[in-house]
């Protein structure tokens, strides 16, 4: 798989995650977004997540890892859906091969070697007023 198709599915999971999201709250959220990598610091630069995600999960055409938890976590003040990542420690492969992890995501489904989640955003909008 090449860098630009790794992409696309990297897009594919942000745009699924924030879609269930929006199914659950019955509302529309932003497409603007913040990356925060566990065990790292708040990503606020750069506009294309899909990029933002890329450079941390693909590492050549044969090894991208294949098991990253993708959360949809909050909506902050500044607008943006914040997105919080973590990486298992599997080795990285080549894609769709020895994906033995694949458990079918979290409550969202999941995208290539993306298992989403959208709980706590919908928990937190839900229980505060939209605007």
Request: aromatic share 10%; proline share 5%; with cysteine.
């Amino acid at each position: 798989m090449t860098r630009d198709e790794f992409k696309s599915v990297a897009s594919q999971a942000v745009e699924t995650v924030t879609s269930v999201a929006e199914q659950r709250l019955s509302r529309q959220l932003p497409r603007q977004y913040v990356l925060d990598w566990l065990g790292g610091p708040l990503i606020q630069h750069g506009e294309d997540i899909a990029e933002l995600l890329t450079e941390k999960v693909f590492v050549s055409e044969d090894k991208i890892f294949p098991c990253v938890d993708l959360f949809l976590d909050d909506l902050r003040e500044d607008g943006r859906l914040w997105i919080v990542c973590y990486r298992a420690a599997y080795e990285p492969c080549k894609f769709g091969e020895h994906w033995q992890y694949k458990t079918g995501g979290h409550d969202a489904g999941q995208v290539g070697p993306f298992r989403l989640g959208c709980r706590n955003i919908v928990s937190r909008l839900t229980s505060r007023p939209a605007g």
